[in-house]
């Protein structure tokens, strides 16, 4: 029996032993917390939340702090390389967007290759969803809300360079007090994104560069329906709590009906032939842009019946027929004119591309093959001519640049796709095309024109409206985010000239007439307008 009361007392005490070591530890669970410095070349997982809770805030400490990521161009020509790390891009993006933009062709055209240092990053997950993720400083002392009652964190490091890490300081199933939160509504009614602040904080509003169930977005009100009272980037005093509701403008062409390539793709392009003068000195080369016998064939008859049709401009036959005749040597830069125009009329109801590709729904379905590159480059050789040049401006300032100003903004806001050609020197002739989709007001009351630009088409295909157009209030000037300051341009919304060169040979020819005449017309505004300017810079000088 004592032996018994022996054992029982040993166990007893085991038993105490054991709870003054377990208990602690179930009774507190550690917030998770990496390493510092975290490892290289691994991955580490950690949950944490609040059980039953609808939502909660996770802090991070102030030293918490990743590994950026790093971009190397190569230049394939020459091997000269250049790196950036992820925030100098993105500084390069918000402060020389034509240095941005030329390295993006670059990739895109295949003379720039990238690698890319993925840096360690810290991605927060509830379920299916990745709520977001996190590099570099992106984290020190926020607390974030995750609309979840739990979330799951994974640390991915790559294989060179550690940081800190990362320190969750508080877990909260409500707002502790002195944070405050700005929630963002895509849709007019759910929070889709709730982001927090510490009282008196100073936030950015987020960014709204992006098109909702084919709406562009413009900007955020702070009621449900109201007008745009902020703008992406601008300051937010953090005194409260805000709601903010993104507020849209329709736009006339959808991400649908717009191609999945732009006009930098290969299959444009034959290949390339140096023009030299006789001295041997190279000029530039032309670019042989691909069209079938089949197409040229009915590019050469379009024409001869439609100036067949026009005796007295065979003037300007010569010159369309001498142009056509030099297929595939054609000098343009690239098919933006094909890829508008072919786009605009799909949109209009007046040609039929779909068909091309067997079971395409839509433009966004097709690719750019041989067939669909011809088809497109036939288009693009009736508008390098100019044909339909129903409005023509030059000189911001001058009269006829704000009246052109004024109607085409008019123009786009009763609803009518526009196809606008511009030029950024000092020279009559533009030289890029693109149509301008939507337009509206913004806070600072700048005229804005929404548009789809084939150098842009992959971002158009991401639901980004990149390419916009900014008028001034008084309609004098135009500048573009994308190509800057805008010398002349012309427009027109009036398609209709283009029914004479249906590619398939059923084209109304007798709808060149109406185009003719608007051309002819649109010409001698030019040259009054050019010889108003050669005299007013004598009189200035």
């Known amino acids: 029996m004592r032996n018994v009361k022996k054992a029982i007392a040993v166990l007893l005490c085991a038993v105490l032993t054991l709870c003054c070591f377990a208990f602690p530890g179930a ?25 039953g809770a609808k939502g909660f805030y996770l802090t991070f400490s102030k030293d918490t702090v990743f590994e950026w990521g790093e971009l190397t161009f190569t230049n394939i020509t020459n091997g000269e390389t250049e790196t950036y790390t992820i925030p100098e891009w993105r500084e390069l993006y918000e402060t020389d967007r034509d240095s941005y933009i030329a390295i993006s062709v670059l990739i895109t055209v295949g003379v720039i290759k990238v690698d890319e240092k993925p840096g360690d990053v810290l991605t927060l997950t509830c379920g299916d969803e990745e709520i977001d993720s996190f590099s570099g400083d992106e984290l020190a002392g926020r607390t974030l809300y995750i609309p979840h009652e739990s979330v799951h964190l994974t640390l991915t490091t790559d294989a060179e360079g550690t940081d800190n890490g990362f320190t969750v300081t508080g877990v909260s199933a409500s707002a502790p007090e002195g944070v405050k939160t700005i929630s963002y509504s895509y849709d007019g009614k759910t929070a889709e994104k709730i982001v927090c602040y510490s009282e008196g904080e100073t936030a950015t509003a987020a960014d709204i560069g992006h098109v909702y169930d084919g709406r562009a977005c413009i900007g955020w009100s702070d009621t449900v329906g109201g007008k745009a009272k902020y703008d992406a980037g601008d300051e937010i005093a953090m005194t409260k709590d805000f709601s903010l509701y993104a507020v849209y403008e329709d736009i006339i062409l959808k991400p649908e009906e717009a191609y999945n390539f732009d006009n930098t793709y290969d299959p444009f392009t034959v290949k390339s032939y140096p023009i030299t003068k006789p001295s041997g000195e190279e000029l530039f080369n032309y670019i042989p842009y691909y069209m079938t016998k089949e197409d040229y064939a009915a590019l050469l008859k379009n024409l001869s019946k439609v100036y067949a049709l026009s005796p007295s401009m065979y003037p300007f036959a010569g010159t369309d027929l001498a142009l056509a005749a030099s297929y595939p040597l054609r000098s343009f830069m690239g098919s933006c004119y094909g890829i508008s125009i072919t786009s605009a009329l799909q949109h209009l109801g007046m040609i039929d591309m779909l068909p091309i590709q067997a079971g395409a729904q839509n433009v966004r379905d097709l690719e750019p093959t041989q067939e669909l590159v011809s088809f497109i480059n036939y ?18 300032g001058s ?35 693109i149509l301008i989709i939507g337009a509206y007001d913004d806070l600072k009351g700048n005229h804005v024109l929404l548009t789809y630009d084939s150098n842009y088409g992959s971002y158009f295909a991401q639901n980004d409206i990149i390419t916009t157009f900014v008028i001034s209030p008084d309609f004098t000037y135009m500048e573009s985010e994308q190509y800057n300051y805008v010398y002349s341009f012309y427009w027109s919304d009036d398609f209709s000239g283009f029914e004479s060169f249906n590619v398939d040979g059923s084209g ?10 608007a051309r002819i017309k649109a010409l001698f505004a030019l040259l009054k307008e050019l010889l108003q300017t050669k005299i007013d810079s004598a009189a200035a000088s």
């Open 27 to 51: 009774a507190e669970k550690a917030l998770p917390e990496s390493e510092h410095p975290y490892l290289n070349d691994f991955t580490a997982e950690w949950d944490c939340g609040v059980p």
């Open 379 to 396: 288009y693009q050789a009736q508008a390098m001519r100019g044909m339909i040049m129903d409005n023509v401006a030059v000189k911001p």
């Open 399 to 433: 009269t006829n640049y704000t009246l052109q100003l004024r109607q085409l903004y008019d123009t786009v806001k009763a609803g009518n796709l526009v196809r606008f050609g511009f030029s950024l020197l000092q020279n009559p002739t533009p030289n890029h095309e």
């Open 508 to 517: 109304n020819l007798f709808a060149f007439q109406k185009s003719l005449i």
